[in-house]
């Protein structure tokens, strides 16, 4: 959960013993995130393969251990190579046979299910992976209900469609028990934002952004830790849902003046993802055309193309809300030259979230231009690309749901019973989201059918009651109140 501070105290242990082939071991295998967008460099794939022949050099005394110092070694082998998938591939395959000599061992078992999440197709929902992963942590918990690997990784397991009410009681446990690291505190909180439980997300993130900061990043502490933005992006998130605009505000102003953010992909990210966020759920459209691509320039964006899609998203998004058709066919273009590079970068959940990116661009440019029927096409493109593609743990969701912005699409042409079909698909897979609930209501209502606005508008207020959209609320409330 703490990569730098494992790192450190491997570290340390080899300056107690260099003659202990596992801390070697585990030096290297701080130097990959197997669920996270951070891929390691050349300096990294160098570091860790020396570690792991030393580890092998030092010729471990039990098979558990040379079993997993191959594991580790597999991944680093040929430190040249910038296959990185490749790599991963390698390395859950000698976790395979790790866990198939010890499959009674809780580590080798965690760390088996970990690798097996991590090799899960970009293409594909079928949840067998994580079913699978999900059915070894809990053999793990079972004898062991206190380790940390089992529960931490059963919430990425159960991060994704369908799977978010599975071992409530495990989540709930891991939420009161996690130490105050970052990492931990925000964990629970995938589910959380699963299920629409906004102020549990707000309260666990909240905790994880003020843990983070107490946890500096990089080999000399030179850093804010990554954890700090990523806690902060399910805090505007959950804001925005809440139509708490003066709090996402707020959260989005904390992230965006701290210094020394960790300069990786997550960093990235999360600072273009909070003010799209920002932008979009407000239906700021000018706001959102105003976003400037690859800030702040310190960056390598050459590293992060969905992390600038999600601008350029926003600013395509604003400009066909907006009428100005030439600035969302640009955005479109670059979307299309930044699926491209994540394609060819072995990126393939990268290129596929891209593409829905420029698909729903493309619609909506398409509605600017009158041309309906096309329009529609792409997106319903867009929401069944949308639909085939797992949930990247960078993020707590789309950028915009696909079938809520068909929903939008299906309103804007006045259709309001098609558009009530999509806003409704999109609550079941988002569920508790305001413009979705907002634009259901809208939608029930203009097709005639009262009882289910009403109770749309309900559910919306239950949501955002405290919320700072005046005008929406009273809106739910004069419809809620007539008879």
Not at 379 to 396: G, Q, S, Y
Request: glycine share 6%.
């Amino acid at each position: 959960m703490t990569y730098p501070g494992a790192r450190a105290v491997f570290q340390q242990a080899t300056k107690l013993d260099a003659r202990c082939a596992m801390a070697h071991w585990g030096v290297a295998m701080t130097l990959f995130q197997p669920l996270w967008p951070t891929r390691p460099g050349a300096a990294e794939l160098q570091r860790g393969w020396a570690a792991v022949q030393r580890a092998s050099s030092l010729e471990p005394p039990t098979e558990r251990e040379r079993l997993l110092v191959a594991a580790a070694a597999a991944f680093f082998r040929d430190p040249q190579s910038t296959d990185y998938w490749q790599r991963i591939r390698r390395w859950e395959q000698a976790m395979a046979r790790a866990y198939a000599a010890f499959p009674r061992d809780p580590d080798v078992t965690a760390f088996y299910a970990l690798a097996h999440l991590a090799v899960a197709p970009a293409d594909t929902m079928s949840g067998a992976y994580s079913a699978r992963a999900a059915g070894l942590l809990l053999r793990v918990y079972e004898r062991n209900p206190d380790h940390p690997g089992a529960m931490h990784y059963l919430v990425h397991a159960n991060d994704a469609q369908g799977r978010e009410r599975k071992s409530p009681e495990i989540i709930r446990k891991y939420a009161m028990v996690a130490p105050r690291n970052p990492h931990a505190l925000h964990m629970p909180t995938h589910i959380s934002t699963r299920l629409g439980d906004w102020d549990a997300v707000i309260h666990g993130n909240r905790r994880a952004a003020e843990a983070a900061l107490e946890h500096p990043a990089g080999d000399r502490g030179e850093f804010v830790w990554d954890e700090f933005p990523h806690a902060i992006e399910y805090l505007v998130y959950a804001d925005l849902q809440k139509g708490a605009d003066d709090e996402a505000a707020a959260h989005l102003a904390w992230l965006h003046t701290t210094t020394r953010l960790q300069p990786t992909f997550k960093t990235a990210f999360h600072l273009a993802s909070t003010r799209a966020r920002y932008a979009l759920e407000r239906r700021a459209w000018k706001e959102a055309m105003a976003l400037v691509p690859r800030d702040p320039p310190t960056l390598d964006w050459d590293k992060f193309m969905w992390a600038e899609a999600v601008t350029w998203f926003a600013r395509g998004l604003g400009a066909a809300r907006e009428g100005s058709v030439g600035e969302a066919r640009a955005a479109a273009g670059r979307l299309d030259a930044l699926e491209a590079a994540a394609r060819t970068a072995g990126e393939d959940l990268f290129a596929r979230n891209i593409r829905v990116l420029r698909l729903a661009v493309s619609a909506w440019r398409a509605q600017a231009e009158q041309d309906t029927a096309a329009s529609v096409t792409l997106m319903r493109e867009a929401a069944a690309l949308e639909l085939a593609t797992p949930k990247h743990a960078v993020t707590p969701g789309p950028t915009l749901p696909a079938r809520e912005l068909l929903g939008d699409l299906h309103m804007a042409q006045t259709r309001p019973v098609d558009a009530l079909v999509a806003y409704e698909r999109a609550l079941q897979l988002y569920p508790r989201r305001f413009n979705s609930l907002l634009g259901a209501a809208r939608a029930a209502r203009a097709s005639g059918d009262p009882d289910r606005a009403r109770a749309f508008y309900r559910e919306l207020l239950q949501v955002a009651e405290g919320g700072t959209r005046a005008s929406v609320l009273e809106e739910a409330r004069s419809f809620v109140r007539q008879r």
